[in-house]
Nanobody, 124 residues
Framework: QVQLVESGGGLVQAGGSLRLSCVAS????????VGWFRQAPGEEREFVAH????????HYVDFVKGRFTISRDNAKNTVYLQMNSLKPDGTAVYYC?????????????????WGQGTQVTVSS
C-alpha cells in the first residue's frame, strides 16, 4: 500500500510558477512510477506527466511540454512538478498517482493509488 500526499498548490498570476511536491510512503514507494493529473471544475481528470521509478523516463501531455518539468528525489521519496508560464486554464486540482507496478500510460484507470490533491488557481 502506497500513500501519496501532495503540496505546493496556491494562487498565482498568469505567467507565474509553482512547484508541486508529492511525498510517497509505504510499500516500495521509492520504486514506483508516479504520474501527475489535474481536474478542473466540471471536467474529467486528465493526465499531465509521469516519471518512472529511476527518473530516466518521463512523458508529458502536449499542452505542458516546454513549461512543466517532472522530477524525483528518491532519497526523499518525493516527486516534483515544476510548472512555469502558468495559464488561467491551468486552474485545477492537481493529483499525484502511482500504479501497482511498472510505468503506466496516461489513463486514470492505470493508477491504483491517489493523493488527496492540491488546488492550483491561476488568475488572469
Amino acid at each position: 500500500q502506497v500513500q501519496l500526499v501532495e503540496s505546493g498548490g496556491g494562487l498565482v498570476q498568469a505567467g507565474g510558477s509553482l512547484r508541486l511536491s508529492c511525498v510517497a510512503s509505504g510499500g516500495t514507494s521509492s520504486s514506483v512510477s508516479v504520474g501527475w493529473f489535474r481536474q478542473a471544475p466540471g471536467e474529467e481528470r486528465e493526465f499531465v506527466a509521469h516519471i518512472d521509478w529511476s527518473g530516466a523516463r518521463t512523458h508529458y501531455v502536449d499542452f505542458v511540454k516546454g513549461r512543466f518539468t517532472i522530477s524525483r528525489d528518491n532519497a526523499k521519496n518525493t516527486v516534483y512538478l515544476q510548472m512555469n508560464s502558468l495559464k488561467p486554464d491551468g486552474t485545477a486540482v492537481y493529483y499525484c498517482a502511482a500504479p501497482l507496478f511498472g510505468l503506466p500510460g496516461t489513463g486514470t484507470y492505470e493508477y491504483s493509488y491517489w493523493g488527496q490533491g492540491t488546488q492550483v488557481t491561476v488568475s488572469s
